[in-house]
């Protein structure tokens, strides 16, 4: 249907004054857009007939208990991200924990096992060589190396069944410069007669 | 005691942590939050969807309620953004929906009018306004059902009156137009 425009014009009050009583004036003296006009009254008044429409009254009734009930329940979704985020959050706090506490446990032990293990091999090895053995001097200190020699040179004693000083005019250096003069100073012959007799005798 | 007044006291109680005062603003203008989304949308659902849509946002932003503007006129610009937004989502949907033909249509039957007469009377209005673009929907709906002055419809849309009559008149010529189609 083609409208005449000025019609919604004139209807939804567009219009000036002048132009106003213009369309006025046509709209007595044309039939066209006075049929026009007509039609167009009666779609406005199919549209107010659904203007105030009679509906279910409970709907209404139920609308705040059903918004409340849907307020709540938004409300615990609310909540449920924040307490997934807050268990993860002490969950990794407590991994981290246990893995650092585990960490220095197996530091600690390792630390004390090494210890007692030293302590074992110096109290239980009486096996002189073995022992001696066991002495890693290269990542010792000076005092370390000091007590292990001074370790080591008590179970000589008690192993040789040798007195302290006897100990040291055994292993002292110039003792060793006496022995390689002494041994420089052997013919082949008398070298031949020293080794015959060692052969003879017993040492162990 | 104004409406506006009236409106202003039950804010301010609310704010206060009346939860009464709430449910008496609710009281009061459900019936035009629904209607205004029902002529939007055209359907019942729909409309159902977008009242508790804007219940919720009115609960939670009523505390920061400052009468810039009156509280319908607030109310109003909620319901039809709600409104448009739940358009533009819904034909998003339905490009890419499974959802056959039959699901829809029992859906469409849920209804709150009972009157056979009045509810086809409806129904045929609604198909005639889903045809038109959505902002001009808005100002016929506004002008028409809700009586609104322009200077009211400026306020709610944020539109000028001089594009809100121009959007007024391009609705109204269409809907005749639509109308005349529909009885042929």
Do not use: C
Request: hydrophobic share 35%; aromatic share 10%; glycine share 2%.
């Amino acid at each position: 249907m083609k409208i005449d425009e000025r019609i919604i014009l004139y209807v939804d009050g567009q219009m000036t004054e002048d132009e106003k009583a213009s369309f006025e004036r046509e709209l007595k003296s044309s039939k066209e857009l006075a049929e026009d006009f007509k039609k167009y009254n009666l779609v406005l008044s199919d549209i107010s007939k659904v203007k105030n429409v009679s509906t279910e009254n409970e709907y209404f009734l139920q609308m705040i208990p059903k918004f409340r009930g849907r307020f709540e329940l938004k409300r615990q979704l609310k909540i449920i991200p924040k307490i997934a985020f807050s268990v993860t959050i002490i969950a990794a706090v407590l991994i981290f924990f246990i893995f650092n506490f585990n960490k220095s446990n197996k530091n600690l032990t390792q630390t004390s096992t090494s210890t007692v293990n030293q302590n074992i091999s110096v109290n239980n090895y009486s096996d002189l060589s073995t022992l001696a053995d066991q002495f890693n001097f290269s990542g010792m200190s000076n005092e370390e190396i000091s007590n292990s020699n001074s370790i080591l040179d008590s179970l000589l004693i008690e192993e040789l069944d040798l007195t302290p000083q006897s100990l040291n005019n055994m292993t002292a250096d110039n003792n060793n410069s006496d022995l390689n003069n002494l041994v420089q100073g052997i013919n082949e012959k008398e070298a031949d007669q020293i080794y015959k007799e060692i052969l003879k005798k017993k040492i162990y | 005691m104004t409406e506006s007044s009236n409106d202003f006291e039950l804010v301010n109680k609310f704010i206060s942590g009346d939860e009464g005062a709430f449910n008496k603003i609710v009281l009061k203008y459900q019936q035009k939050i629904y209607w205004h989304a029902r002529r939007m949308t055209g359907n019942h659902l729909d409309a159902d969807e977008i009242v508790q849509e804007v219940l919720m946002v009115l609960y939670e932003k009523l505390k920061n309620f400052q009468f810039k503007s009156s509280l319908y006129t607030w109310i109003y610009r909620i319901t039809t953004t709600r409104s448009i937004n739940f358009l533009r989502k819904k034909n998003l949907r339905q490009i890419f929906s499974f959802e056959d033909k039959e699901t829809k249509l029992v859906k469409s039957k849920e209804d709150i009018v009972n009157n056979i007469e009045v509810k086809e009377r409806l129904e045929k209005l609604e198909k005639v306004l889903l045809q038109i673009p959505d902002r001009q929907r808005e100002v016929f709906i506004l002008r028409n059902f809700d009586e609104l002055s322009y200077e009211e419809i400026a306020q709610i849309t944020g539109k000028s009156i001089g594009g809100l009559k121009a959007n007024y008149f391009h609705a109204m010529k269409k809907i005749m137009e639509l109308m005349k189609e529909n009885e042929n």
